[in-house]
């Protein structure tokens, strides 16, 4: 707990998450996103790193492959999911869209796993949620 109580107090900033007009931080250097594919009902999951100069994806998982979710060519197959690592562009913004179809995004941390309604304290239905680095 110290640990990471000093690791945020040497980074300087966090997850920020706004969806329907609500705001929460999240002190978190690193995180998953995970989703079920809306047409495949597959699973997908990035891994991120909150840094002062944004979001950078990290890798990326697929359980399969099919209708927009074709993995790259350098993806390998590990422990039954595609995973390869993206070009590092850190990101000022992530905007998450919920078509409904295929349930919701979940963060994941050290912690475990929660989707954003939990997170934001209220179904965030069709809203969409946008992520970025903020300072705390």
């Known amino acids: 707990m110290a640990a990471a109580a000093a690791q945020r107090g040497r980074r300087g900033v966090s997850l920020c998450l706004a969806s329907a007009g609500v705001v929460k931080t999240l002190a978190l ?3 998953t996103l995970a989703w079920t594919h809306s047409i495949e009902q597959t699973a997908w999951q990035e891994d991120w790193r909150v840094t002062k100069q944004g979001l950078e994806l990290v890798q990326a ?9 074709e993995p790259p060519p350098e993806a390998r197959l590990v ?3 595609f995973q390869w690592s993206p070009p590092r562009n850190r990101l000022r913004e992530v905007v998450l869209g919920n078509s409904g179809l295929a349930g919701e995004w979940r963060l994941c941390s050290a912690d475990a796993c929660r989707t954003l309604s939990e997170i934001i304290g209220h179904d965030i ?3 969409p949620t946008t992520m970025s680095a903020c300072s705390e």
């Open 79 to 81: 422990g039954g999911w």
């Open 61 to 69: 998982r697929v359980k399969g492959a099919g209708a927009g979710m």
């Open 29 to 31: 250097a690193s995180f």
């Open 125 to 127: 239905g069709p809203h």
